[in-house]
């Protein structure tokens, strides 16, 4: 029986665990920092008040339990991978493998040619970020329920640095979030303004032109400033300063615009784009490390023609597929083929009930159908998890009780 560590447990190592499980010949290593799964995608209805935090989180323990015996959940951090004894160092311990999966993801990268920024911007790469804002977000707003004398014009300024799918998705549900604020606040919900900042000439950059037209018609019909080409210079504690030196006023700002490969990925010796993520080859190994591969947002991933996939939950798990894949057929004996899948669609949620869809770069899809299509979506996704939760919960609790 084989030893496969995972590294990380983001969507991409949690897929791999469950399909390396079925396989039933190996013993499977899920090892996390944190004891829990971050649903990031839905993190946009978390900050808005929408969703729970339970909405947002598995508990890695229980999942594993319920895939089996095989699979052991390890609450550590890795530090340190000896490719050519093929041992993990731990913060606490050390562990053998025979393969191993790096899908330790991606974290908010604060450009350093921005001053200011790290210290004055919340991220939503981790789950503490997010709570925080949340908090933040929810005393203001309560604050101005009980209070309706406001001190100076956009007495609640929020800013959103960034205008990709993340960005977007925060902009739209806090908007629709403010809407339903207005019949409570009258006269002053016009002072909450929601301001949506990016460097590209327009949102979504790089995405198709028709999810790009119809998600600013949505955003400008929910009060959402938008601001493209605007490049940021500096950020104080209270205002933004872009290049042309012009200023704007915000009372919280979110930063969604970049991410770099998680911190691990800089002591492994192999090539590396310019956001720090390897460039594995076309078995998706990190070269030199052939018994080592890598999945997901830390890694630099293409499909057969050549153009970058986006680093989405769709590509960490499509990884994730090939990978257990592969190491099945290196397990046999057998060569596995390289590397090759496409992103079947997007789902963009724009506040509310509505949403924005495109399968296939063909089939559009928009408003409350895109909606239920992509609350499906997650929720076929979050079943499945919570069936092996469950499962696991309840072995946990016989084996306490006995």
Not at 51 to 61: G, H, R, V, Y
Not at 74 to 96: A, N, P
Not at 121 to 149: M, P, S
Request: hydrophobic fraction near 40%; aromatic fraction near 10%.
């Amino acid at each position: 029986m084989k030893t496969i560590a995972i590294i990380g447990a983001g969507y991409g190592g949690l897929r791999a665990a469950e399909l390396l499980c079925k396989q039933g010949k190996h013993q499977i290593l899920l090892i996390d920092k944190n004891p829990y799964h971050y649903m990031q995608t839905e993190v946009y209805g978390y900050i808005a008040g929408r969703f729970d935090m339970s909405d947002i989180a598995i508990d890695l323990e229980s999942f594993t339990r319920g895939l089996g015996e095989h699979v052991t959940f390890i609450q550590d951090e890795v530090t340190q991978i000896d490719h050519e004894e093929k041992i993990l160092t731990t913060v606490t311990g050390q562990y053998r493998y025979d393969y191993a999966i790096l899908a330790v993801g991606a974290e908010t990268n604060f450009f350093t040619f921005i001053e200011g920024l790290k210290e004055h911007t919340h991220g939503i790469k981790d789950i503490q970020r997010a709570f925080a804002f949340r908090q933040a977000f929810e005393k203001r707003l309560a604050d101005k329920l009980q209070n309706k004398k406001f001190k100076r014009a956009g007495d609640m300024h929020i800013a959103i640095a960034g205008a990709g799918l993340s960005g977007v998705e925060i902009a739209a549900e806090m908007a629709y979030t403010l809407k339903r604020y207005e019949k409570i606040l009258a006269r002053c919900s016009h002072r909450l303004i929601i301001s949506l900042i990016d460097a590209a000439p327009t949102v979504l950059p790089g995405m198709d032109p028709w999810l790009i037209e119809k998600t600013e018609e949505r955003l400008r019909t929910l009060g959402v400033h938008i601001y493209t080409n605007a490049f940021i210079s500096q950020i104080g504690e209270r205002d933004i300063t872009f290049k042309d030196g012009s200023k704007l006023n915000f009372d919280f700002i979110i930063f969604t615009a970049g991410i770099k490969a998680a911190a691990l990925t800089e002591k492994i010796e192999t090539e590396k784009n310019r956001i720090g993520q390897i460039v594995p080859d076309e078995y998706l190994r990190i070269k030199h490390y052939l018994n080592l591969f890598v999945i997901g947002d830390c890694a630099e991933l293409r499909d057969k023609e050549g153009n970058l996939l986006p680093p989405t939950a769709q590509t960490a798990e499509k990884s994730a597929e090939y990978v257990a894949n592969a190491i099945s057929k290196l397990t046999s004996g057998k060569k596995p083929a390289p590397f090759s899948t496409k992103i079947d669609g997007v789902f963009i949620a724009l506040g509310g009930e509505y949403a924005l869809g495109m399968l296939y770069n063909t089939v559009k899809v928009e408003g409350y159908l895109a909606y239920l299509l992509k609350k499906a979506i997650t929720r076929f996704y979050r079943f499945g998890l919570e069936l092996k939760v469950n499962a696991g919960y309840k072995k946990r609790k016989v084996a306490i009780e006995s």
